[in-house]
């Protein structure tokens, strides 16, 4: 019902930036919270930065100053600033939005690559 796509990742040098971009289709409703999570080889998904549901931001202190999360909701897209890029920022980054339909139900998006290398 709800579809989620990432796009904007790709390969760059360390201290490049990167713009990330997850639309949202379908039948969206009330959006609870949203944020980007990122999955590198051998760990666990962690979330990158987010939405709460009041609106106020959280970052993992990783990438505290350099990745900045935004929103259009008139275009329903979300997106992520990353700025000075360093190889350990390499993942797997992956659109979520939380939507409140009686009760709250995560949507995922299927990911998008980001690799940092020289």
């Known amino acids: 019902q709800v579809q989620l796509k990432e796009s904007g990742g790709g390969l760059v040098q360390p201290g490049e930036s990167l713009r990330l971009s997850c639309a949202a289709s379908g039948s969206i409703g009330n959006i609870y919270d949203m944020g980007w999570y990122r999955q590198a080889p051998g760990k666990q998904r962690e979330l990158v930065a987010g939405f709460s549901s009041g609106g106020s931001t959280n970052y993992a202190d990783s990438v505290k100053g350099r990745f900045t999360i935004s929103r259009d909701d008139a275009r329903h897209t979300m997106y992520l600033q990353m700025n000075s890029l360093k190889p350990e920022d390499t993942a797997i980054y992956y659109c979520?939005?939380?939507?409140?339909?009686?009760?709250?139900?995560?949507?995922w998006g299927l990911g998008t690559q980001v690799t940092v290398s020289s």
């Open positions: 979520k939005v939380g939507i409140r339909d009686y009760d709250i139900y995560d949507y």
